[in-house]
């Protein structure tokens, strides 16, 4: 029973599009997401995140978008830069779960020159 | 500042041996997490320690994992005996509250292969 979904195993765009990757949940209760980026041979690094009470969060060249009704998620990146090229994990946490993070697959994303 | 330090960074066992994975949280923080991630799959929620105690262990696989962490300090994971399913990454995290808006800091891992 996985309530965190990415069904999109990979995503390639083109340098200085813009990237989309999403995320699908199934637990109300979520009150946190979260997206990390991923590098080989390395730990994921967090990004970025967004409370379930807010809709949008923006940082630079990331934002988060929050759908609580479709319960989805998606990120955002714009220009994309091949330096962007990682695995993108979206995770949810429950306020009453000491910081324990709920991952989805990952996302594979290429950005190409 | 020194980020999470896990060591080792590869380890190959064989079926039935043991196996015991470290981890070195940044100074002063006291939660400290180990998840897990199997053939590319998603990431799992191991166990969480809150100083020296394990606040929650519910995503500890079998008792054939135990983890410890003496004096609140750093982390062992030990797999014994080890199985072929237990291969993956074993990542590390620590943060120094529970605050969940800026997520934690994870270690590069440890890549275990059960052959």
């Known amino acids: 029973d996985q309530q965190v979904k990415q069904n999109s195993p990979s995503l390639s765009v083109q340098e200085g599009r813009i990237s989309i990757l999403n995320c699908d949940y199934t637990n109300s209760m979520f009150d946190y997401f979260l997206w990390y980026k991923k590098y080989p041979a390395e730990g994921p690094t967090f990004l970025i995140s967004i409370s379930s009470i807010k809709d949008k969060n923006e940082d630079g060249r990331f934002t988060v978008f929050l759908n609580k009704s479709a319960k989805h998620l998606s990120l955002h990146i714009v220009p994309s830069q091949p330096g962007d090229s990682a695995v993108y994990f979206c995770?949810?946490?429950?306020?009453?779960?000491?910081?324990?993070?709920?991952f989805g697959q990952g996302t594979e994303l290429s950005v190409k020159p | 500042e020194a980020g999470v330090t896990q060591f080792p960074s590869h380890s190959v066992i064989e079926k039935g041996q043991t196996v015991t994975l470290r981890c070195d949280p940044i100074s002063g923080h006291d939660n400290l997490y180990w998840y897990r991630r199997v053939m590319g799959k998603e990431i799992k929620f191991l166990l969480h320690?809150?100083?020296?105690?394990?606040?929650?262990e519910s995503g500890m696989p079998n008792n054939r994992f135990l983890a410890e962490r003496t004096g609140g300090t750093y982390s062992t994971l030990k797999v014994q005996p080890a199985e072929l399913e237990d291969s993956g990454v074993y990542f590390c995290?620590?943060?120094?509250?529970?605050?969940?808006?800026?997520?934690?800091?994870f270690g590069s891992g440890t890549r275990l292969t059960v052959v």
């Open positions: 995290a620590s943060s120094p509250d529970r605050r969940r808006n800026y997520g934690y800091t």
């Open positions: 995770a949810a946490s429950l306020y009453n779960q000491g910081g324990k993070l709920i």
């Open positions: 320690f809150v100083k020296e105690s394990k606040q929650d």
